[in-house]
């Protein structure tokens, strides 16, 4: 006999919408989480984070985060956020528990993991992307004897006092990270391209409504062409970073010296630390033995439904599955529609067996 019906691979926002629709669905379940403690990811952004969407457009199905439609939530409310509402809803988590490998053995699931072997019928994976960052690769940089680091990694301004820094990335995390090492001390922003900021007052729920409007456009299979804003959120220490004419860039080096870095024009600039805030790809090494991952590192799926191996969903990676997956308020409609799924494809399993 298999133990259950679903396993959910990862503990995360994501992980919760999925036992927020799991608990009431009837089948078997447990989710299986990395970390010590509730909160996923959020444990381990930089400690001044802030969502750029206020807490009432930032809430996972079923509780919305206190706030309101103007508060800003910080990355320590957000963990509170998340540890309540495991909490309140008793849903089954069990941590830590690290699942190193997904095998598929006989029509049903067997996880490898740090607690020994758990069997299902179904897998969910909702890993994320925040235990694989992205760095470009660059000629020299392993020449460079300063510091190289993720966003991932940093966590606040303070060690680098004394240091010349450059931040690499035009995204929110880029400005925001900007914004606070450049208080203390000097720095560089190297961005892809001119970096885009939204008018003051726009922020992440109208980038949601807008997302929203054109999801729906192409459920109806008409066009729809969102308002071309920006991309960097205005948040309070953004709008001071502007206040001190920091938020200016330079188009990307081309390579590490020893101690600088090299523009194709010559161009040089010596630099202690460097800081990428060049995003993530999909955490999905778990899944490897299933052999299924893309040459982008991807799963193909429809929906959140794996194409090539029944019984596995991925939630919450962003739009390939599900229109705003990876956000707070965007997982839950993933969530939902990935337990129907399940509860469909399970019950099609029993009913072949009682015949």
């Known amino acids: 006999m298999i133990p259950f019906d679903v396993i959910v691979i990862g503990g995360g926002q994501s992980g919760l919408a999925m036992g927020y629709y799991l608990r ?6 447990i989710i299986l989480d990395n970390q010590k403690e509730p909160g996923g990811a959020w444990l381990h952004t930089w400690k001044s984070l802030r969502l750029f969407s206020p807490a009432q457009w930032s809430s996972l199905p079923g509780m919305i985060m206190t706030g309101g439609s103007d508060y800003y939530p910080t990355r320590d409310v957000t963990i509170e956020y998340l540890k309540f509402y495991e909490e309140k809803y008793k849903l ?3 941590r830590p528990v690290e699942v190193r490998n997904v095998q598929k053995q006989d029509g049903a699931f067997m996880l490898e993991t740090s607690d020994g072997v758990y069997h299902s019928k179904t897998i969910v994976s909702t890993t994320g992307s925040f235990d694989n960052p992205y760095i470009p690769k660059f000629e020299g940089i392993e020449l460079f004897k300063g510091q190289v680091l993720h966003s991932s990694e940093y966590q606040s ?3 680098f006092a004394d240091k ?10 880029g400005a925001q990270i900007l914004a606070e090492v450049s208080k203390i001390t000097g720095t560089i922003w190297v961005t892809q391209k001119e970096p885009r900021f939204l008018p003051d007052h726009i922020d992440g729920r109208f980038l949601f409504d807008a997302a929203t409007q054109m999801y729906e456009a192409q459920q109806m299979g008409k066009q729809y062409k969102p308002p071309s804003l920006g991309d960097i959120v205005m948040v309070d220490s953004v709008k001071e970073a502007r206040s001190r004419k920091v938020l200016k860039s330079l188009r990307p080096f081309e390579r590490f010296t020893e101690d ?3 523009w194709a024009d010559g161009h040089e600039e010596k630099i202690d630390v460097v800081i990428f805030c060049t995003g993530f790809k999909s955490s999905l090494q778990h899944l490897e033995p299933l052999q299924v991952i893309n040459s982008e590192g991807r799963i193909d799926t429809d929906g959140t439904r794996a194409k090539d ?3 596995l969903w991925l939630v919450g990676y962003g739009n390939w599955t599900g229109f705003a997956s990876a956000t707070l308020i ?3 409609r993933s969530a939902r529609q990935t337990v129907d799924e399940i509860k469909a494809y399970v019950s099609v399993g029993q009913s072949e067996i009682t015949r």
Request: glycine share 22%.
């Open 309 to 311: 191996v029944d019984g």
């Open 92 to 94: 089954s988590v069990k």
């Open 164 to 173: 010349r820094v450059a931040i690499v990335g035009e995204g929110n995390s």
């Open 157 to 159: 301004p303070g060690e």
């Open 330 to 332: 965007g997982v839950g």
């Open 260 to 262: 600088s870095l090299i």
């Open 24 to 29: 009431r669905s009837g089948l078997s379940y």
